[in-house]
């Protein structure tokens, strides 16, 4: 079996003749002004060797610049950025009428080795221009004047370049782009089921252009990847600049089968949504990184931010915004990933609008609140002991009080394909995927039994205006090994907005 690769988007190089292949990518970039913070978390399963993964950078990175970080801080990051699914049961209609919660708005909240001395080797154009050891990572800072001469230098150091490579190295080299080489020491490396238990790393640099490079990437790639790209920023939501952006469809009700499949729909979604849109990245999630309705777990502390870069930038997370980007790309991708602000934008929320239709899409706002969020819901079948029921106020279970928590996606990129088909499982047109339900679905009114005349068959009045949730967080989602922990929060449900 060829071994594994899920890392950055950079290639690895090898003390062997098997090959690696990345497929899925993680990374946690804060950015503010110039300043560009950048996390990775590396695992892969091969051979035991030595192994390093080159990566362009803008400058020059010292000892100072490179730490490692433990592992559970980005287990949170996805968490909190992954697509949701929620599960209501409509309230007794007859339940005696509960004032409203006060809506609480998001607010952000919480406070080695020495340098080397640079050489050149005249022959090659590879200079070292530093290196140091940090934890399990031996580092190497190069410069090259041409691609062709970094590739035999990393040859010389006994490293198997993948093939196609240098073709990928040539445009880094030509725009003078230095190369973090981060060789790793496999005696101070743990292995698990055959898997290194390496520790994510992360950099920091100065830099005018926000950007990612992915074409390096490509070298390792088996055909297509998954990249997912997590932003922090002060007060900001980020898009890229140089392709298409579009908005993952959201607020769908399913059908109660995409419950034990969750990562099986949301990769349909997904893939369906890419395919109506050759090339674009999809936006997953905006929203403070400090809150979250309904959460995946506790929220990011405040130590955590200061872990992913806010120590760098001087900012404790107050007013912190999490984007979570999503891109797939193949080997005709044409250009790294430039990154631009961009305008708040609300969506994916339990909000009911005028007219009792709940919210659908993305819109523009004041803040950062959208979602990929999902909902499965039961129609109350109990009897109707009332002359006026209200309808479709949502919450947890019947006999409990609170929500049930959600179930978040994660390591999606790995969900089975094929398995769910989208017209089955949604219950309303996706106009903007080219999405049509496969029939309607008609759910069977409850049977009245009022008090006042229980021999009189009544239907019940349509759904009024003033339609009621709740909100909660999340499990274990039981697809395909899907990793969710949570916390619960126990809320009574709204009136006006379906938390």
């Given at each position: 079996?060829?071994?594994?690769?899920?890392?950055?988007?950079?290639?690895?190089?090898?003390?062997?003749?098997?090959?690696?292949?990345?497929?899925a990518t993680q990374v946690v970039l804060m950015r503010q002004g110039t300043r560009t913070v950048l996390s990775m978390q590396n695992n892969y399963k091969g051979p035991p060797e030595a192994f390093a993964m080159v990566i362009p950078v803008p400058t020059v990175l010292h000892e100072g610049d490179v730490k490692t970080l433990t592992r559970d801080v980005f287990d949170h990051v996805e968490k909190m950025g992954a697509p949701r699914?929620?599960?209501?049961?409509?309230?007794?209609?007859?339940?005696?009428?509960?004032p409203p919660m006060p809506m609480a708005a998001p607010t952000a909240t919480g406070r080695g080795a020495m340098l080397a001395e640079a050489k050149e080797d005249a022959s090659h154009g590879v200079k070292i221009e530093a290196q140091f050891v940090v934890g399990e990572y031996q580092i190497v800072i190069l410069s090259a004047k041409d691609s062709t001469g970094l590739e035999t230098w990393l040859h010389e150091q006994n490293y198997k370049i993948p093939a196609g490579a240098e073709p990928l190295l040539r445009p880094y080299v030509e725009s003078n782009m230095k190369f973090f080489v981060a060789k790793v020491d496999p005696k101070k490396v743990q292995f698990v089921d055959g898997r290194a238990a390496l520790s994510p790393i992360r950099f920091h640099y100065e830099s005018e252009d926000f950007q990612l490079?992915?074409?390096?990437?490509?070298?390792?790639?088996?055909?297509?990847?998954?990249?997912?790209?997590?932003?922090?920023?002060p007060n900001q939501?980020?898009?890229?600049?140089?392709?298409?952006?579009?908005?993952?469809?959201?607020?769908?009700?399913?059908?109660d089968k995409v419950k034990d499949k969750f990562g099986a729909f949301y990769a349909a979604l997904f893939d369906r949504t890419v395919e109506k849109n050759p090339g674009a990245v999809v936006t997953e999630y905006a929203w403070a990184a400090t809150t979250c309705d309904p959460c995946p777990g506790p929220t990011l502390r405040p130590e955590e931010l200061q872990t992913l870069g806010?120590?760098?930038?001087?900012?404790?997370?107050?007013?912190?915004?999490?984007?979570?980007?999503?891109?797939?790309?193949?080997?005709?991708?044409?250009?790294?990933?430039?990154?631009?602000?961009?305008?708040?934008?609300?969506?994916?929320?339990?909000?009911?609008?005028?007219?009792?239709?709940?919210?659908?899409?993305?819109?523009?706002?004041?803040?950062?609140?959208?979602?990929?969020?999902?909902?499965?819901?039961?129609?109350?079948?109990?009897?109707?002991?009332?002359?006026?029921?209200?309808?479709?106020?949502?919450?947890?279970?019947?006999?409990?009080y609170g929500m049930q928590p959600?179930?978040?996606?994660?390591?999606?990129?790995?969900?089975?394909?094929g398995a769910v088909a989208l017209p089955e499982v949604v219950k309303r047109d996706l106009p903007e995927i080219d999405v049509k339900m496969a029939s309607a679905k008609v759910?069977?009114?409850?049977?009245?039994?009022?008090?006042?005349?229980?021999?009189?068959?009544?239907?019940?009045?349509?759904?009024?205006?003033?339609?009621?949730?709740?909100?909660?967080?999340?499990?274990?989602?039981?697809?395909?090994?899907?990793?969710?922990?949570?916390?619960?929060?126990?809320?009574?449900?709204?009136?006006?907005?379906?938390?």
């Amino acid at each position: 079996m060829l071994p594994l690769i899920f890392a950055f988007c950079g290639f690895y190089v090898a003390g062997s003749n098997q090959q690696l292949f990345n497929d899925a990518t993680q990374v946690v970039l804060m950015r503010q002004g110039t300043r560009t913070v950048l996390s990775m978390q590396n695992n892969y399963k091969g051979p035991p060797e030595a192994f390093a993964m080159v990566i362009p950078v803008p400058t020059v990175l010292h000892e100072g610049d490179v730490k490692t970080l433990t592992r559970d801080v980005f287990d949170h990051v996805e968490k909190m950025g992954a697509p949701r699914l929620v599960e209501y049961w409509e309230q007794d209609p007859c339940r005696a009428e509960e004032p409203p919660m006060p809506m609480a708005a998001p607010t952000a909240t919480g406070r080695g080795a020495m340098l080397a001395e640079a050489k050149e080797d005249a022959s090659h154009g590879v200079k070292i221009e530093a290196q140091f050891v940090v934890g399990e990572y031996q580092i190497v800072i190069l410069s090259a004047k041409d691609s062709t001469g970094l590739e035999t230098w990393l040859h010389e150091q006994n490293y198997k370049i993948p093939a196609g490579a240098e073709p990928l190295l040539r445009p880094y080299v030509e725009s003078n782009m230095k190369f973090f080489v981060a060789k790793v020491d496999p005696k101070k490396v743990q292995f698990v089921d055959g898997r290194a238990a390496l520790s994510p790393i992360r950099f920091h640099y100065e830099s005018e252009d926000f950007q990612l490079p992915i074409r390096l990437g490509l070298a390792n790639s088996s055909g297509t990847q998954d990249l997912i790209v997590n932003i922090f920023s002060p007060n900001q939501r980020y898009q890229v600049a140089n392709y298409k952006n579009v908005f993952i469809p959201t607020n769908i009700d399913v059908d109660d089968k995409v419950k034990d499949k969750f990562g099986a729909f949301y990769a349909a979604l997904f893939d369906r949504t890419v395919e109506k849109n050759p090339g674009a990245v999809v936006t997953e999630y905006a929203w403070a990184a400090t809150t979250c309705d309904p959460c995946p777990g506790p929220t990011l502390r405040p130590e955590e931010l200061q872990t992913l870069g806010g120590d760098i930038i001087n900012n404790p997370g107050y007013g912190m915004v999490l984007t979570r980007l999503h891109a797939r790309y193949g080997k005709d991708i044409k250009d790294d990933l430039h990154f631009e602000k961009a305008a708040a934008v609300v969506g994916g929320r339990e909000l009911v609008q005028t007219g009792g239709k709940l919210e659908e899409g993305a819109r523009p706002d004041s803040t950062n609140n959208f979602q990929g969020r999902y909902a499965i819901r039961h129609e109350w079948t109990g009897p109707l002991t009332c002359q006026n029921p209200i309808r479709h106020r949502w919450g947890g279970p019947p006999g409990s009080y609170g929500m049930q928590p959600p179930t978040a996606g994660t390591q999606l990129a790995f969900a089975p394909r094929g398995a769910v088909a989208l017209p089955e499982v949604v219950k309303r047109d996706l106009p903007e995927i080219d999405v049509k339900m496969a029939s309607a679905k008609v759910v069977a009114a409850p049977v009245d039994t009022q008090v006042a005349a229980p021999e009189k068959k009544v239907a019940p009045p349509p759904p009024t205006e003033g339609k009621k949730s709740g909100c909660g967080c999340n499990t274990a989602d039981p697809q395909n090994g899907l990793v969710l922990l949570g916390l619960l929060a126990l809320r009574r449900p709204s009136r006006r907005r379906r938390r």
